[in-house]
């Protein structure tokens, strides 16, 4: 089955970018999605259709999906986007469909 | 506004069973997909199942095949998640999804 692969933690200061990367074969040819998560919450999607952002979450959160990565840029990062962020593809065809990457613990220095 | 909400978590002795259930509203209900994903105390998410607008297609996480079964009723806006033989390593707070929105999940504890 197709597999994602995330760095288990990323961290940054307040008002620096950060970026976090989604490795799978061929992910440019699938539609990526993106989800924060904070301790005690569902997933919320930042990021769906590879770049395109949810009414309200803010324009600081983009991303990009090409090759074998996908990314998710954070900028200007503040202490309230530290969470983890999981990729997701729609696996078309397979009889395992949503694949979830491992997580990446984004941490606001 | 899109609504997902979950119920019928508990704690279940090892080799029991739980029903999950799932409320939907805020969209036509029938012409979407579900899925089902977990997540373990401190791990990260783990899809579950998949079923069909018209549940005429049915897909399982390996970990699950023959002992959770998945449905849904159209006509009451719901999904459901049967859990059978159910294991320690099934505690989770299972999640009702559809692409794009997700419930606050349910929480299922298997423990003697």
């Known amino acids: 089955s197709y597999v994602l692969t995330q760095p288990p933690s990323v961290s940054v200061a307040p008002g620096q970018t950060a970026r976090i990367s989604c490795a799978g074969d061929?992910?440019?040819?699938?539609?990526v999605l993106w989800y924060q998560q904070k301790p005690g919450q569902a997933p919320v999607v930042v990021v769906y259709?590879?770049?395109d952002r949810p009414s309200g979450i803010p324009e600081r959160f983009s991303g990009s999906n090409s090759g074998n990565t996908a990314t998710l840029t954070i900028s200007r990062v503040e202490a309230g986007d530290e969470a983890d962020y999981y990729c997701?593809?729609?696996?078309?065809?397979?009889?395992?469909?949503?694949?979830f990457g491992g997580g990446t613990k984004l941490t606001v220095l | 506004e899109v609504q997902l909400v979950e119920s019928g978590g508990g704690l279940v002795q090892p080799g029991g069973s739980l029903r999950l259930s799932c409320a939907a509203s805020g969209f036509t209900f029938s012409s979407y997909s579900m899925n089902w994903v977990r997540q373990a105390p401190g791990k990260g998410l783990e899809w579950v199942s998949y079923i069909s607008s018209s549940s005429s297609i049915i897909y399982y996480a390996d970990s699950v095949k023959g002992r959770f079964t998945i449905s849904r009723d159209n006509a009451k806006n719901s999904l459901y998640l049967q859990m059978d033989s159910l294991r320690d390593e099934d505690t989770a707070v299972y999640y009702c999804?559809?692409?794009?929105?997700w419930g606050q999940g349910t929480l299922v504890t298997v423990s003697s």
């Open positions: 259709d590879d770049s």
């Open positions: 997701q593809v729609w696996d078309n065809g397979s009889d395992h469909p949503w694949v």
């Open positions: 061929n992910i440019g040819s699938k539609s």
């Open positions: 999804a559809r692409v794009r929105y």
